[in-house]
């Protein structure tokens, strides 16, 4: 089968590294990919939001599969664009459409899509430039602290939690009237601030059934004891010990399956990922966001832990035959800690020769790349999160130990990772 994946950074290394060891891929394409991906398959230099760009190499390649990381392209209707060309109508898509990708595309319409399917999630309100006054009003009124969001993708920037009305109506200020983040804050949502500790959940659907696959728990913080800036994630571990099978269970029920009988219910076309970002409030469970794709840093201690064939997976999700698999899981628990740029989030300087990634450190680590490039035969840092380093172990501890000791052998200058990803797990120590 002939399958592109688009995207080019540690995720999708994860994505190519998991597909290239299906029997069913010959060949994969990854475009723009990165260093780390060439050696899955062939990267392509694309750009994946040029949609006639990505249907034409489809088409002269015989692409028989489309894969795509990030939600870009899926927010802004790659899906549908592909349906409605008689020459890529039929090649399989693992992404949603475009009213499926506003899930994590607009946050009021997935809220409002909560609110209608009777889904677990902090009380909100949504506010224009029209309604400013009353929207400032509101937050003097309200109980602190408080969220205030976006609406629309700001790579992963969007949220603040404001701890004072005075924090709280600057922000409210910013995102309305400087347009702190363009058309996407033209909207903003403002939500209650629930108190308690988050975790991610997986599924694959075909807009009918869905299979779970592992949960993971990230860490966005840059600072360790989870202190500092929000960034794109510096680590997560698989599987979530507070998890517990009871807590899971209303997951599904509360959570998951209203989500997938909403999509039917509204006709949404959804073949692809969901992202369940939720916390654990005393035992029950809300949902923060929907992300229409998989994780990042998540999917690199997710896909290493999933033992079924990914693109048998994708196949079955295309012909609406996910009632009939049966999910294996790697009983070891992983941890990928991440290694960032001096200076990431706000500001960092790229193009710093990386050594020691190509040793080889046996099978219980993988190394995914994330912002790097190649020149002269070296690979350079080349942004903000350059690498996930990923070990499995009998459990959180080990795995994470692990990593560490491989990423204290891996050199770039201004090289920073957190040490203490799972920190809260490896405390109360042998919980796998």
Known sequence: MRILLLGGGGREHALAWKLNQSVWTNPLYIAPGNPGTASCGKNVSLDINDFEAVGKFCYLESINMIVVGPEEPLVNGLYDFFKSKEELKDIYFIGPSQQGAQLEGSKAFAKAFMQRHSIPTAGYKEFTIENYAEGAHYLQQHDVPIVIKADGLAAGK?????????EAIAEFEMLLQHSKFGEASKKVVVEEFLEGIEFSVFVLTDGKNYVLLPEAKDYKRIGVGDQGMNTGGMGAVSPVPFLTPGLMKKVEERVIKPTISGLQKENIEYTGFIYFGLINVKGEP???EYNCRMGDPEAEVVLPRLENDLVGLFVAATQKELDMVEIRLDARAAATVVAVSNGYPTGYKTGYPIKGIDQFFGKQTLIFQAGTREEDGKVLTNGGRVLAVTSYGENIKEA?????????????????????????????????
């Not at 969007?158 to 005075?166: D, E, F, R, S, T």
């Not at 891996?410 to 990803?421: K, L, S, T």
């Open 158 to 166: 969007g949220v603040a939690i404001c701890q004072n009305h005075v």
């Open 286 to 288: 809300f949902v923060i």
């Open 400 to 432: 994470v130990q692990s990593s560490l000791e491989v990423l204290g052998q891996i050199h770039y200058e201004g090289i920073y990772f957190r040490e203490d990803i799972g920190h809260e797990f490896i405390q109360r120590s042998s919980v796998s």
